[in-house]
T-cell receptor
Framework: DAKTTQPTSMDCAEGRAANLPCNHS???????VYWYRQIHSQGPQYIIH???NNETNEMASLIITEDRKSSTLILPHATLRDTAVYYC????????????????FGKGTKLSVKP | EPEVTQTPSHQVTQMGQEVILRCVPISNHLYFYWYRQILGQKVEFLVS????????KSEIFDDQFSVERPDGSNFTLKIRSTKLEDSAMYFC????????????FGDGTRLSIL
């Protein structure tokens, strides 16, 4: 699976949009981009995923560049409860090339939402 | 919304003892996983399980570890003879069978080895 690069930490003011970048320049055609977050020591929480189109759900939006080498997770109106470590993970489609879908976590971006 | 549940939330065990961590995955999910996170470190993959057998495991998952789905609802991780370095948060995850569906995680079991 392709490696990802994320900033170590970011700050965001409460109520503003939080834009978290991720570089995945070696991503291949069958690899999806997944975003998870981990609040304190809870289990990782799924946020959103995409292949090449932009995606939006009730939690966030995912913008993937046309060449798929980078993406941005957008939390439109950050709250204090969004303070967490955010992980960008690139993963092969299940069963493609023998992939069993296990996730490889990096260190992520520690997002601090401040009042 | 259905969720993955893990018990106990905290397990304290003497070194050398056996421990079993329990998970109830989401009911219509087909793929099951265990991960661990040593305090202050990254989340690490341990093992994946599908169709009643291990499909992939990491170097961490040595002969001291085993997994089982004994009754079609529970998914367990057993550590046969615990070591101090097994102290960590252990997370269970499950996913549906569709190719790009995400994994959903439980809130983990904190394992403390004394």
């Amino acid at each position: 699976d392709a490696k990802t690069t994320q900033p170590t930490s970011m700050d965001c003011a409460e109520g503003r949009a939080a834009n978290l970048p991720c570089n995945h320049s070696t991503i291949s055609g069958n690899e999806y981009v997944y975003w998870y977050r981990q609040i304190h020591s809870q289990g990782p929480q799924y946020i959103i995923h995409g292949l090449k189109n932009n995606e939006t759900n009730e939690m966030a939006s995912l913008i993937i560049t046309e060449d798929r080498k980078s993406s941005t997770l957008i939390l439109p109106h950050a709250t204090l409860r969004d303070t967490a470590v955010y992980y960008c993970i690139v993963r092969l489609e299940l069963n493609y090339g023998g992939s069993q879908g296990n996730l490889i976590f990096g260190k992520g971006t520690k997002l601090s939402v401040k009042p | 919304e259905p969720e993955v549940t893990q018990t106990p939330s905290h397990q304290v065990t003497q070194m050398g003892q056996e421990v079993i961590l329990r998970c109830v995955p989401i009911s219509n999910h087909l793929y099951f996983y265990w991960y661990r996170q040593i305090l202050g470190q990254k989340v690490e993959f341990l093992v994946s399980f599908y169709n009643n057998e291990i499909s992939e495991k990491s170097e961490i998952f040595d002969d001291q570890f085993s997994v089982e789905r004994p009754d079609g609802s529970n998914f367990t991780l057993k550590i046969r003879s615990t070591k101090l370095e097994d102290s960590a948060m252990y997370f269970c995850a499950s996913r549906r069978g569709n190719s790009n569906q995400p994994q959903h995680f439980g809130d983990g079991t904190r394992l403390s080895i004394l």
